[in-house]
């Protein structure tokens, strides 16, 4: 099965922005979907089918893409966003893939 | 809405088979358009698919955990299970279930619960 790579951590200061990237061969074909997960809860899925917002998500949120990347980008970055970010997508075989999560610090 | 809960031993011995079952309310199980999944997160840990199915059995499960994982659902009692054989240390996770939209990500997931694997 494919496999997508993120960046283990990033930083950004309140109120700036900040984009998290996630690589692989399957985002070539199939849509990324991103989850945040807070300390001791279950991931809460922020943008799906790579640009869209569910209902209930702040418009800081943003999702992007190209060839084998998709991005994940928050503008004007809140306290309450610190948390760990999963990439998601499929392959050819139906299988789902996780990245390995990005840790996103907001100092 | 729809909502779904986890249940299960939290405790599993070694060489032995976890059973976890994952209760569907607020909604339909026997829903055409969607997928009922499990995932695990070992304690500081990724998140990791482990297998998808479908309402009327049909499934996907993940490749290096093929031979050890079944999923069934039991439409009558709005339910759908998961068991692994032969667990060692390394399935220690948080288990999670979720629904898997066509086109839609995972959501809702459950609460998750946690399975160690110790003697």
């Known amino acids: 099965s494919s496999e997508l790579t993120q960046d283990p951590a990033v930083s950004v200061a309140l109120g700036q922005t900040v984009r998290m990237t996630c690589q692989g061969d399957s985002l070539r074909n199939y849509y990324a979907n991103w989850f945040q997960q807070k300390a001791g809860q279950a991931p809460v899925v922020v943008i799906y089918?790579?640009?869209n917002r569910p209902s209930g998500i702040p418009d800081r949120f943003s999702g992007s893409g190209s060839g084998n990347t998709a991005s994940l980008t928050i503008t004007g970055a809140q306290a309450e966003d610190e948390a760990d970010y999963y990439c998601n997508s499929r392959d050819s075989s139906g299988y789902q893939v996780f990245g390995g999560g990005t840790k996103l610090t907001v100092l | 809405q729809l909502q779904l809960q986890e249940s299960g031993p939290g405790l599993v011995k070694p060489s032995e088979t976890l059973s976890l079952t994952c209760s569907v309310s607020g909604g339909s199980i026997t829903s055409r358009s969607c997928y009922w999944v499990w995932i695990r997160q070992p304690p500081g840990k990724g998140l990791e698919w482990i297998g998808s199915?479908?309402?009327?059995?049909?499934?996907y499960y993940k490749p290096s955990l093929k031979s050890r994982i079944t999923m069934s659902v039991d439409t009558s009692k709005s339910q759908f299970s998961l068991r692994l054989t032969s667990v060692t240390a390394a399935d220690t996770a948080v288990y999670f279930c979720?629904?898997?939209?066509?086109?839609?990500?995972?959501?809702?997931w459950g609460q998750g619960t946690l399975v160690t694997v110790s003697s």
């Open positions: 199915i479908f309402y009327n059995g049909d499934t």
């Open positions: 089918a790579k640009t």
């Open positions: 979720a629904r898997l939209g066509f086109n839609y990500p995972f959501d809702p």
